[in-house]
């Protein structure tokens, strides 16, 4: 892995489902934690509907200020998968039928089964590279700084597992958490703002929750130098049990 | 409610926590559901950090887009919580306190505890309504078309609950779904394919999931009109049950 100071990240969600609500979402949480861990930050995240015009404006707009994009949703044989389609359209390439694709489609489908349908699965933008799955075989591609994944989350973590090991990667945000149990953020707000001020390189953030008619509070510094995560982190582990005390 | 044709949202979700992965977002797909019950159409989301100026952006972007913009997160006491700031810089509005949402806030803290961070809670852009929540008191806002509610989803659906008899909202779109089983997309894609250009009016999608290594798929017929939605099912369910026959 190359090693940069911040490698920046975009996720698009492309599929109609999600935004009516049939399908709840498992990829972006998964693909966040995913990025985390190897050391690419995820800046943004989009979801829209299978329109074409709608995933080129977003992909037009979330390749050009991110490091890389990935893509979830719409590479299937139906009319409803229209991903490729677009990327090809918003990257100004041709979409081709790919004999590489075709090769892997022909491991899981019999070769009198491979109707025109499912060749729509093999039509890949001119000069991607193909994203190979061991589940579906049905590819996903890169193609300059545009990763196009599956929806489907078994097949989308295939193909996460792919490509992962030749991405970019900059130092690991590291996270600490410290629990503030019940005491209320706005007990704790003022002095942890002064802390954060103080520490321009890390981000703090206070995340309150809400369980049996009570909020619990927890507040995570995050950086990329794990000894300064781990003295603010401590920093304000004492602030917090002080406060607590003054109140008891 | 108002009766349009179509009125359409988008959501912006803000938080870092959501973009590490540190936290798994549970409102886009609740209030997802929840407009669609309504009659509303969701047609854009995006997750952005807690930066100003990104939030600036992107409410500027969907709020021009879309008939109504619902915002979860940022709305708290502590130096994190940035919404306000950023809905007022995007709308050229100024922040004042607002003396409505002290006095809410006074219904759950005393005044003895009302230090500088939890008066924050009551900056709100001028000529904004608030949006109250029975849970914690502090109060989200509505303004021209944007509406801001909390990050923590027991409160976000609180507020949600408060603004929407006053939405305006469009004939419900109704939905169908027709399991396909095991039967592969691409036996039925083509077919599928002819029915959904023989009925732009509706939108019909192909959704697989994958468990115990297989595909389990189903399709979803949606519209607004129950009696073309129904028929249109039954025709899906006919060609489908002939297709997997065909291959039994």
Redesign the interface.
Known sequence: MTQAASVTAAIL?I???????????KN??YI?????KIGI??????????VKA?IVAAVNALRARYNYLFTTGGI?????DVTAEAIGAALGVEIVEDPRAIALLLER?KPE?L????R??ARIPQGAELVENK??KAPGFWIGNVIVMAG????MQAMLDEVAPRLATGAR?V?ETVSAGGLP???Y??A??EV??ANPEL????????RDGR?HNEI?V?GRDPMRVGDVAAAINALVSRLAQRRA
């Open positions: 969600v599929g109609d489902e999600i935004l009516s609500g049939r399908t709840k979402d972006i949480g966040a934690d995913y990025l985390t930050d995820l800046r943004e995240v989009r979801v829209v509907a299978d709608d299937g044989p139906t009319h409803d489908i089964d109707n025109e349908a499912r729509r699965m589940i579906s489907v989350p078994t097949i945000m996270a953020e706005g007990a707000a003022a942890l703002g954060a001020s981000s703090i953030g206070s995340y309150p929750s809400f909020f995570v995050r």
